[in-house]
């Protein structure tokens, strides 16, 4: 069952359909091995499934559950992991030691209470999976505790817009409908929800909100928790729902409970999400820098400005020249402006003006040309960014060390922590690797800060890479945290931050956070391991 048409792939990510052809591949590894010019590139192919490849199924739901669930064995393995590096690695060897023994998938909100009722009775786990796109291990039952089972809870067969108040721009919705699915319904009233994260085509609403992830806007409206205006939630305790407001001063907000729960207070099975006109003006364009210094103060100068662009995404030189955008000695900014209202031209005038002000040039072709022509490298970065995926998992199937980290920080603390996690990355992969390239780039700005998002591509050894990735992203965890930074900015928290979660958040709420766990879920089978 997919709202998404091709074949999922169940080890790597997207559809078989879309993923890189023979001449992208051969152009890829090309690329990669003048990089890394110690890589094997030897091609690694995903095993073939079998039902003894899995663990033995340990439960039986009752008849009245028995036609949502399956025990299909592709099914139970494409449910097992999320998409991060060490996730695909072990599918490629066949590592699904911790498979759920059913795949659930509620159709109503009454199978969602029953299937908690039962999972809690019994004591099986429950693993909320949104659209699997997971990257710090949040969909995995890799489960703390001692369970009778695990059930994987794929809730995309609820996946329609109930109901839209066009007056208020707002609609209501269910949780586990993927973004093209939700963009389709919206178009014919001419809204648009413009959440978009890397992830889009494949990711759903709940598992954008319980994980609060940030989506297409750079400024302003950066993460999916300012677009949502009240939620629906089934726990094993009761359903809640919060009042339909655009805002209130009522107490703690109920939303910001579930906000980022990741599935381990409640399922979210309903929103009312706050929603625009479509854009009708774009404007757009990508600035050199020859210094990277430069860059980061014509970026800050930016987001202090009050312009809001919806893109204003930085990359360093070697990101640039990876996502094939440009050459550069110290970045690319990409700026673009877009509004259902008005021109936006001298939105991206002035933004222009702010980065020659800090040395940022226009490429010499796009100085006398259209905004479309002086967008050339943000369509470029575009087209690369929606295809970073597909290459990751090339990448991955030829031993290549290839994965991101994000954080975010204060303008004034930026230089250290910068300087901290590219020494500690680079070191790391000295040490473990031998050689390999950190690119970083800013997926978000605020007026008081950047969010810098950083990739790390190295050879690694077919039978080590999951090590090897996990002794590097421990040494750049430590830098982070170590230098103020937050473990995520938007890929939360799952069981793979935890570690480092643990040492971010005050010991009050963690209090208060075990506590609203102990009376939400009294059984504890909502995502153990998660945040706890």
């Not at 590096?85 to 490629?92: G, P, Q």
């Not at 014509?298 to 995404?313: D, F, I, Y």
Request: overall charge negative; glycine content about 10%.
């Amino acid at each position: 069952m997919t709202q998404t048409p091709g074949t999922r792939s169940w080890w790597g990510w997207g559809t078989y359909e879309e993923a890189l052809d023979t001449q992208e591949t051969e152009a890829l590894v090309r690329r990669v091995a003048g990089l890394l010019p110690d890589s094997s590139l030897a091609p690694h192919q995903a095993p073939e499934l079998h039902a003894d490849d899995l663990p033995k199924i340990r439960v039986e739901p009752p008849q009245s559950l028995a036609a949502l669930c399956s025990t299909d064995t592709v099914d139970r393995a494409a449910h097992t992991h999320g998409k991060a590096f060490r996730d695909i690695v072990r599918n490629l060897r066949g590592d699904l030691a911790h498979a759920p023994d059913l795949v659930v998938r509620p159709r109503t909100e009454r199978d969602v209470v029953d299937v908690l009722d039962w999972a809690s009775s019994d004591g099986i786990a429950v693993v909320p999976y949104g659209g699997g796109t997971s990257v710090v291990g949040g969909v995995e039952p890799r489960l703390d505790g001692d369970f009778a089972g695990a059930l994987s809870l794929d809730m995309t067969a609820m996946d329609q817009v109930l109901e839209v108040d066009r007056t208020s721009r707002a609609a209501r919705i269910q949780a586990g409908v993927l973004g093209p699915h939700l963009e389709q319904q919206l178009r014919p009233y001419d809204l648009t929800l413009r959440h978009f994260p890397q992830s889009f085509a494949f990711s759903s609403l709940g598992g954008w909100l319980a994980t609060r992830a940030g989506g297409h806007f750079a400024t302003l409206a950066t993460h999916v928790d300012d677009l949502t205006e009240s939620l629906r939630v089934v726990s094993p305790y009761g359903v809640g729902e919060s009042r339909r407001l655009p805002g209130s001063g009522a107490g703690p907000s109920p939303d910001r409970m579930f906000l980022g729960s990741e599935g381990t207070l409640g399922v979210i099975t309903e929103a009312w999400m706050r929603l625009q006109d479509r854009p009708r003006w774009r404007a757009g364009a990508s600035v050199h820098f020859a210094d990277w210094d430069a860059a980061v103060a014509a970026t800050r100068a930016v987001a202090q400005s009050g312009l809001h662009p919806s893109n204003c995404r930085l990359l360093d030189p070697a990101e640039a020249f990876l996502s094939a955008v440009a050459t550069v000695g110290g970045g690319v900014l990409v700026l673009g402006f877009e509004s259902a209202d008005h021109p936006v031209d001298a939105a991206l005038a002035r933004g222009v003006e702010l980065c020659r002000d800090h040395g940022g040039t226009l490429p010499e072709a796009a100085e006398e040309g259209t905004s479309e022509a002086r967008d050339t490298s943000a369509s470029s970065w575009r087209s690369s960014f929606l295809r970073m995926p597909y290459q990751r998992d090339v990448l991955v199937q030829r031993s290549v060390i290839a994965e991101t980290f994000e954080t975010a920080t204060t303008w004034d603390r930026f230089p250290a922590l910068h300087a901290a996690i590219t020494s500690a990355a680079t070191d790391a992969i000295r040490r473990i690797c031998g050689t390999g390239v950190v690119t970083c780039r800013f997926t978000h700005v605020y007026p008081d800060g950047p969010a810098p998002y950083y990739g790390v591509y190295a050879p690694g050894r077919w039978d080590g890479l999951v090590a090897q990735w996990d002794e590097i992203k421990a040494a750049v965890s430590e830098a982070i945290i170590a230098h103020g930074g937050t473990i995520t900015h938007h890929h939360a928290v799952g069981r793979d931050h935890r570690p480092s979660y643990l040492q971010q958040r005050p010991e009050p709420f963690a209090a208060a956070l075990a506590a609203a766990k102990g009376a939400l879920d009294p059984a504890g089978i909502l995502n153990p391991g998660v945040l706890l």
